[in-house]
Every structure is written in C-alpha cells, then in structure tokens.
C-alpha cells in the first residue's frame, strides 16, 4: 500500500501552518532535504514540508523559517494522506512521493557510514506501508470527564494535536481511539498528571502501558483505579498498566518470534511493525547461517534469539530481567531450538568480555540509541569470525562500525529499514566479517 498520489496546486499552503511572524517572507529555492526532514535552500535556510527544486515563500528569522506557500510544487510532492498532517509533530514526509522518499533515507544511510569513511554494498530496502505501525505512544491532556484530549505533540511545541486517526497505526489501534480517550480520562485527579499512553498490539490485544501520572500525591486513587478497569473492560483491552504495575489484565498480552510464543513484560522493547520485525528476523537468519555458537546481545524477549537458536546453540542477554525471563519462559513451546542459555546483564557496565567469547564464531548485537561502545571494543578484541550489527541510529552504528573495522572486520552489506513511515529515521542490519 502506498501513499496518495494526488498533485498539490500551485500556490496552496497545503500543510495548515499558521503564518509566521517575527521576519520578512522571501522566496527561496529548496536544494536538498536535511536530516529533520526539512527542505534546505542556500543561507541555509529550512523550511518544513518542502522538496528538493521547489520555489516557495517562507517567513521567520534565523535558519528555520516557517512555510507560507509553495510557488512551485515539485512533481514529487504527493497530498497527504492525514487531516493532522502539518500540525502533528508524528510525521515530516507525507507530502513526498514514496519511491524518491525511501530513495533519500537510504542516500542519508550512506552518507552517515561515509563519514566514518565506511564504503559497503547497501541492499534494496525494506520498507512498511501505512497502517502497520503496532505499538504508538499516544500523549493525554485534560478533556472532559468522558474523553481526554489525546494524540501527538504538535511539531516544534510542547502542545498537543488531539487526532482522530492515525494513518500509519494497525487498524485495531486507529479504531480504539476513541475507547483510549475514554480510558486516559480517569487519570487526572491531579493537575501535575501529564500521561503517556504506549499502546502495543498483540496477538491477545490492545496493551496499554501509562507513564506521568502523578505519583508523590499517592498516584491514582483507589476509584480512580476502578474506573480505569471498568473502562479497559469496556474497550476489550487486553491489559492495562501504569508504570509497569497492573491495573487491569483480562488476557495475558503475547507476541510471536519465530518459533517461540512470549508472554510480553509491560513496557518491553519490540519492533515497530510485524513485518520489518519478520524481514529483519529472516535477513539475519540467513546471514546467520552456519555458525556454530552464536551470542545475541542486547537481545531484549528474543526477536532474534529464537530464530538463531534454530540454527545454533545461542546465548542471550540483556539489560532487562523481565525481558530475559519471557525469554526463558517461552522456551517450552518453542520446538527445534539448538539451545538457549539467558542471563540478565549490563552489556554497558560488564560487556561480553572477548575471551568468554572464545567459543563463539558469530556475535549478534542490537543495542539501544546510543549504541554499543564498550561491547564492540571486545569484540574487536576477540577472535570472533562474524558479527551482525542491528541499529535505530546510523550515527553511532557507523561509530561502532569503524571500531570493529580497524580491528580488521569489513562491512560486507547493509539492509536498509525503514519502518519508522514519513519520518526522516531510518534504521539497518549490517553483517561484518573478518
């Protein structure tokens, strides 16, 4: 499935901005596209939901000026596909064609290894469409007593733009908008409350972890609490959190990783999409092939984990004891396995050191944002013959990337996936061999 493409006219203000104040409009002609998914133009200029040769009135001071109207529209640009595009901060690119889009990340993926003065062989991408997101954080403010005001934060502002759809959730999850309002309005009784919903879909449902409720007041109040079960019943919600705690949990909430059934933590990391979590899975299955002993670190309920212990004795760990333990306890019901063995540890604070992985012929690692220096400075030490790297941030991928280079790996390949849709982030797998 693929965006609209229906043509803006020349001369609209198609994004809803309000007109800006503080500086004189000019003309400029958008170059390129930045990081933030702004169009640039010289100066440099930015200038939001813009496209690379369009000619374009824009108002402010200083390098980000705001949009007044589009002279002369790019036969790129597309007409989104949300009424809330423009005025939610979720989405930057709904207004550009999806095949030069995907094309700019994947130019953006190789700039940033190029830095790092990394040369490889970047592969066709993979990328999920509309309606696949599964897990979204939705932002609640104080409505009425029924509905609170929930969506996203607007773009560059702490305000909120209380949505009525959202084009790149799962279906099930646009659908329990309205029931999610209704829940997050039992969770003001304080004023300093300002919640956060993480909705996951599962295969038993809608799971629904709160974070900023108040707390030092005594967090939400014992009636409080009823009517957030009441209304989580209502919905057919499968369970219901506040930081962590239940308070409510009708089916335990569950996910399928390859061969393995987990009973999901509150709370607890898992792709954005089914299907890059599946192309992702199958991609480093492949690369995975023929190793004897493998360790899978950062490894969170086993995204990768069962599928490489389908063709080696693997090893698991991660930072989060509750992640670690669904691990293990879906091991049971999943058949075929070469074996796991798990422990809960601080990859950032004890690493795999490089002589326990003297055994180990493959390394797999998944790290959070700030990616992974102190663990790929033992791999580099060790005498570990294949390493593939998975990360939501190319910057410090590159950073790591280069550690593992100098000491005498080489990036073979890198597999673009873009499943952060009409957003500028990006993310990769990358397999390096020594």
């Not at 200038?47 to 002369?72: I, Q, W, Y």
């Not at 790129?76 to 094309?103: D, K, M, N, S």
Request: aromatic share 6%; hydrophobic share 45%.
């Amino acid at each position: 499935m693929k965006p609209s493409a229906r043509r803006a006219r020349p001369g609209m203000r198609p994004n809803r901005q309000p007109r800006a104040t503080g500086g004189p409009a000019v003309d400029v002609v958008i170059e390129t596209v930045g990081g933030e998914g702004d169009g640039m133009a010289p100066g440099p200029i930015f200038a939001p939901f813009t496209l690379p040769g369009e000619r374009v009135r824009v108002a402010g001071s200083g390098e980000r000026r705001d949009l007044l109207e589009v002279m002369e529209p790019s036969a790129e640009r597309i007409e989104p596909v949300c009424p809330h595009f423009g005025t939610c901060g979720g989405c930057a690119l709904q207004h550009w064609a999806h095949e030069p889009y995907l094309a700019w990340k994947v130019e953006r993926l190789a700039v940033t290894l190029l830095r790092q003065q990394i040369e490889t062989d970047i592969l066709p991408p993979f990328a999920s469409g509309p309606a696949t997101r599964r897990r979204v954080a939705l932002h609640a403010r104080r409505g009425s007593r029924e509905a609170a005001r929930l969506g996203y934060k607007a773009r560059k502002s702490w305000d909120l733009v209380d949505i009525a759809v959202c084009p790149i959730s799962d279906p099930a999850i646009q659908a329990a908008i309205p029931a999610l309002k209704r829940l997050a309005a039992s969770l003001f009784e304080h004023p300093a409350s300002a919640p956060t919903l993480h909705v996951t879909l599962t295969v038993a449902g809608l799971d629904v972890d709160i974070t900023g409720v108040e707390r030092k007041s005594g967090g939400l109040s014992a009636d409080g609490r009823v009517q957030l079960a009441e209304r989580a019943a209502q919905a057919g919600f499968a369970r219901v959190t506040i930081d962590g705690e239940a308070a409510y949990l009708a089916r335990q909430p569950r996910v399928r990783l390859g061969p393995a059934s987990v009973d999901l933590p509150a709370g607890a990391f898992l792709q954005a999409t089914v299907e890059a979590q599946a192309a992702m899975s199958d991609f480093v299955g492949e690369q995975a092939a023929g190793a004897h002993r493998i360790a899978d670190l950062f490894c969170g309920v086993g995204t990768f984990t069962f599928r490489l212990a389908e063709i080696a004795q693997t090893y698991a760990a991660d930072s989060a004891p509750d992640s670690i333990r669904a691990l293990m306890s879906a091991l049971a019901g999943a058949p075929g396995l070469k074996g796991i063995t798990a422990e809960a540890r601080d990859l950032v604070r004890r690493p795999m050191l490089a002589e326990e992985m003297k055994k180990t012929d493959l390394v797999v690692f998944d790290p959070p944002r700030a990616g992974a220096v102190e663990q790929t400075a033992e791999i580099a030490r060790s005498t570990v013959g294949r390493v593939i790297g998975v990360s939501c941030n190319p910057a410090t991928f590159a950073r790591d990337a280069r550690v593992l280079i100098d000491a005498g790996f080489s990036l073979d390949r890198v597999l673009p996936v873009d499943q952060f849709l009409w957003s500028p982030h990006i993310e990769l797998v990358g397999v390096f061999s020594r």
